[in-house]
């Protein structure tokens, strides 16, 4: 850490401690555990923990955890911290040492180990690591050690017998331990100080030896390996190699040596080296190079703004802040990268500053106000302020709202100029304020002053605001009064605010009021004037800031719509830019305006400052929390020492910038993982890695919280994150500390999160959580494929079924066919047979007999051949069109041949095993024998020609004879027409005739696929 802090502390002593220290105070009203704080420790983390006399409280830099008996700790009295050098934390309690479990459930994050059953023994008041990885406890029963074996699942206590004697009762209680660099073990105890030597080696120090009081209540091993002790009776450092039975104290310090008191609680050394010392009465920082006269340590109380109970603790945190642990005042943070703050104590009159400028000779003065009739002009002397009340003119009083940085100017000549609602004051000088003998009114329109501004060239600008604004300038030479721009209307409804001067000595006009997307500053640029600003729906509003910075750029601060800047305000026409919140600033009210001497610009507002790096455009905020006086920041300069001063409602702050360190990475940590709204365990110190995670898919509802220790004053700590799977790119930077996922669809995922600091710095390592949201059952492989093999055996058991039916169908169709061919058939070419040898043995008398027995004959015939028609239709061995188209063929040919009409018949030859169904071959087939039989009976014709053929899977039947042909408009369809298309229908085809003097043509087309019902 820089050598900041004591600088600060110590100059502030020379020059009379008239300042008020930079501290922010921590109380039980912010989260403290109690106000009681008897130990401040920070881990390897960065996280500052509070033991205190209620529990024990963890910060982070926004907020307190705190832990008590119902969390699990054996008592609400706590003592101190210890992290080992293997990261684990151990708590010293009145009941009892804890071992503190970060990833334990509620309830179970402390387990408690006691040195014995005496209720004394289990009174731990400090605690030490040994070289072996033992625990030291200073007890109010003397000294023990927990020894931590390996190989042993619980460690073990033993109690070291340091012959301390036992008359009093704290003889034997131990404040303090220090395990120095050559391995000896140091115990501050009500009874002496004792060394206990890595030989075994035990020495007692007490009065006789040098230390000023017996009761040791404090030790400390420094940077440069010297050993200080606390006591009592005051401060002493030790000889660098003390003797048994010598004097071992080199050096006491007391009161007389600048201490606040001689009762020492706590010893600590700064990262820079300055030894602090806490006593019962306040802080005490050494000097180093101070002059012989004076004390050795400064000192600092309730009057430089310490609690007022005693100092107990002190430590730094990782951004260099001095955290001070009170006795009943809770913890105060000492930022030395802060504000120093004045109030009356200082000299300072006035419960409102206005404005803040440096006299022509250089001189700082602040103007502030009590209410609206009494006026103070206070000077600083670079100690203290002197206040002069300045006595305005009977019935004058001050203007009460908007920007008053310029409601006071002191013009080329030294005069000052005050403005008031009946006009302006004007004072000689600083010495002797009087008013002049009247208030300047004349060529002034009617109404309050808002401005006076004196200009380079001596001349005086003034304006006016009331029914009508107005403009008014002062002319050096005959030094009167003259309205300007009257004929200007805007003017006279928007009014002027504040005034400035860029460059080439233009005037820019900040506007009093102005409407939405309107001008909001003007420029007078010799005897026209101008008017720039609004675009972009700007709102309306006013101009509360006017600033022109070292490079020459005009800044302007208004009262909605951010700061506006004019990079070269001398140009034509000048361009501007913006920055508003979403630039990252804190508030789009800005209402004073300065810079450092790095060209930093420091904008305030309602509530702290911004400080804006014009090269980078990072911004860092200043509030009350880093010393700021509370309130708005209503005036803002920087003096010639380049010392910043901010005037606040709440009184006065002195910023001295200094060179920007380069900052670590921030380090950042998960905080909390809560899934579809139960808390799933983390550690509570945070994670960097949460990795393994599967939840079902109705758990895809996620908040996941993060952050990052935030310490340094002014320090605003950004966040992004991304989540992988499901976001490309980093989301913006943003202070929201969670973040929330709903209805995350199934799959793998990886959220990543990181800081920013103010400087643009992002954390070297994001944390990071690996998880996985299972789809539903139904998607999962385990279920497709599940479900893919009992569809598989489904299909293949009803294609089983399926082809076991078939064959089944097929053995019946073949057992009915044999039997139809075999019983039947031979049955009915039997009768046909005895029919035709009964009729030939008829008697010649009795001729009736023959006919009818001829009739039997050939009705046997037919039914036979019908009879193998029926059988060829079920036999399955002929569900081929071959077996069809053969059929047909010899058919057509057996019966056509009879009566000498000649046959041509054209079979598809490309499909040879085209399956074809017994009900669709039959369908087929009799329609073809109706065809035929009608061409016998009734065409007369001497050739027919059948062409068959298979299209696309259409099976197409052309029968064309050249016979005597019909009227098919005529024609009534007969049985046998009809049952043609009867059968073509059921078979999902189409059956058309077309007949004339030539011939008929009978066509046929059925799909080849069909399943006749």
């Not at 000779?361 to 203290?384: I, K, Q, S």
């Not at 019908?866 to 002929?878: L, T």
Request: proline share 5%; hydrophobic share 40%.
């Amino acid at each position: 850490m820089s050598s900041r802090l004591p600088v600060l502390l110590l100059v502030a002593f020379t020059v009379g401690q008239a300042e008020k220290l930079p501290l922010k105070i921590y109380t039980a009203a912010d989260g403290l555990a109690h106000n009681s704080i008897n130990r401040i420790v920070r881990d390897s983390r960065g996280y500052l923990w509070f033991c205190t006399s209620e529990g024990l409280s963890r910060f982070d830099g926004y907020e307190f955890h705190s832990y008590g008996r119902r969390d699990g700790l054996p008592h609400r009295l706590v003592n101190d911290l210890l992290e080992t050098k293997d990261g684990e934390l151990w708590i010293a309690t009145a009941g009892g040492l804890c071992h503190y479990l970060p990833k334990g459930r509620e309830h179970q994050r402390f387990r408690v180990c006691r040195p014995g059953n005496d209720d004394r023994a289990a009174q731990i008041n400090t605690l030490k690591e040994g070289p072996n990885g033992q625990i030291w406890c200073g007890t109010d029963a003397g000294l023990f050690v927990l020894e931590r074996d390996p190989h042993r699942a619980e460690p073990h206590w033993r109690s070291v017998d340091l012959g301390m004697p036992a008359g009093g009762w704290g003889d034997q209680v131990i404040s303090s331990l220090l395990l120095d660099r050559a391995g000896s073990l140091w115990i501050g105890a009500g009874s002496g100080l004792y060394r206990l030597q890595p030989d075994g080696v035990l020495d007692r120090f007490a009065e006789e030896n040098g230390l000023p009081q017996t009761s040791v209540t404090a030790l400390f091993q420094d940077q440069d390996r010297r050993i200080w002790v606390g006591t009592y009776g005051g401060l002493s450092r030790l000889a660098s190699h003390p003797g048994a039975g010598a004097k071992v104290v080199e050096a006491t310090y007391g009161r007389r040596d600048g201490l606040s008191s001689d009762s020492v609680e706590v010893i600590y050394q700064l990262a820079d080296g300055t030894m602090c010392v806490g006593t019962r009465m306040g802080l005490s920082i050494m000097r180093t190079g101070g002059a012989k006269n004076q004390p050795i340590f400064a000192r600092y109380s309730a009057a430089e703004g310490l609690p007022a109970s005693g100092v107990e603790t002190l430590v730094e945190d990782t951004a260099g802040n001095l955290w001070i642990g009170t006795d009943g005042s809770g913890a105060a943070k000492l930022t030395w990268k802060a504000f120093l703050s004045f109030t009356a104590s200082d000299g300072l009159r006035g419960t409102s500053v206005d404005a803040i400028l440096e006299d022509s000779a250089g001189r700082l003065c602040v103007l502030a106000r009590e209410g609206t009739a009494e006026l103070f002009l206070n000077e600083f002397d670079g100690r203290r302020f002197q206040a002069r009340r300045l006595a305005l003119p009977p019935h004058s009083t001050l203007l009460d709202w908007g920007s008053r940085a310029q409601t006071i100017g002191q013009d080329r000549d030294g005069a000052w100029w005050i403005a008031t609602n009946e006009g302006v004051v004007r004072y000689e000088s600083l010495t002797g304020l009087g008013p002049a003998p009247n208030t300047h009114r004349e060529n002034l329109r009617q109404g309050p002053v808002v401005a006076v501004f004196p200009t380079a060239d001596g001349g005086l600008w003034v304006s006016t605001t009331g029914r009508s604004n107005g403009l008014t300038n002062r002319d050096a030479r005959n030094r009167a009064f003259h309205p300007s721009f009257e004929n200007l209307a805007w003017l006279r409804s928007s009014g002027v605010a504040l005034f400035a001067q860029d460059g080439a000595n233009n005037l820019w006009l900040g506007l009093l009021r102005f409407g939405r997307d309107q001008a909001e500053v003007a420029r007078l640029r010799g005897p026209t004037i101008e008017r720039f600003g609004g675009g972009d729906n700007a709102p309306s509003g006013g101009v509360r800031a006017l600033y022109r910075d070292r490079h020459g750029r005009l800044w302007v601060g208004t009262n909605q719509n951010g700061l506006m800047v004019f990079d070269h305000p001398e140009a034509d026409p000048p361009e501007f830019r913006r920055y508003t919140t979403l630039n990252g600033l804190s508030s789009d009210l800005i209402m004073a305006l300065t810079e450092d001497r790095a060209g930093r610009i420091y904008a305030g507002n309602g509530s702290g400052v911004d400080r804006l790096d014009v090269a980078t455009g990072e911004v860092k905020r200043y509030t009350s929390s880093d010393g700021l006086a509370p309130g708005e920041v209503r005036a803002a300069f920087h003096d010639r020492s380049g010392a910043l001063w901010f005037g606040t409602a709440g009184g006065l702050s002195r910023l001295s910038p200094a060179p920007t360190a380069q900052p670590a990475p921030p380090r950042i940590v998960v905080t909390l993982l809560r899934v579809g709204g139960v808390l799933q365990p983390t550690s509570e110190l945070g994670e960097t890695r949460i990795a393994g995670m599967e939840y079902a898919s109705n758990q895809n509802d996620l908040e996941i919280g993060y952050a990052s220790l935030a310490f340094a004053p002014g320090e605003t700590v950004r966040y992004q994150y991304r989540l992988e799977g499901a976001d490309s790119e980093w989301g913006l930077p943003s202070r929201q500390r969670s973040v929330h996922y709903a209805n995350l669809p199934p799959g793998s995922y990886r959220f990543l999160v990181r800081a920013l600091l103010s400087e643009g710095i992002a954390s070297a390592q994001p944390a990071s959580i690996l998880f996985v949201i299972l789809p539903p059952f139904w998607m999962r492989w385990w279920f497709q494929l599940l479900t893919v093999g009992t569809a598989a055996g489904m299909a293949f058991w009803l294609h089983r079924h399926q082809v076991k039916r078939l064959v089944e169908l097929e053995r019946v169709r073949t057992r009915i066919a044999t039997d139809l061919h075999d019983d039947i058939g031979s049955s009915l070419s039997q009768i046909a047979i005895l029919s035709e040898v009964a009729s030939r043995r008829v008697d010649p008398s009795s001729p009736g007999l023959v006919e009818p027995l001829a009739d039997i004959a050939g009705i046997s015939r037919e039914l036979v051949d019908s009879m193998s028609d029926i059988v060829w239709a079920i036999d399955p061995e002929r569900d081929h069109l071959d077996d069809l188209t053969h059929r047909m063929r010899r058919f057509a040919s057996d019966v056509l041949s009879q009566r000498n009409i000649r046959l041509t018949f054209h079979a598809p030859a490309a499909e040879p095993d085209l399956p074809m169904g017994a009900d669709l071959r039959r369908q087929i087939f009799l329609i073809f024998k109706e065809a035929v039989h009608n061409i016998l009976k009734h065409s007369g014709a001497s050739a027919v020609q059948i062409q068959f053929e298979v299209d696309h899977r259409w099976l197409t039947l052309d029968i064309v004879d050249d016979g005597r042909g019909f009227d098919t408009s005529q024609c009534r369809d007969g049985h046998g027409l009809g049952n043609m298309r009867a059968r073509a229908g059921e078979a999902g085809g189409t059956v058309n005739i077309r007949s004339g003097p030539g011939g008929t043509r009978v066509t046929l087309r059925i799909p080849a696929g069909a399943n006749p019902a």
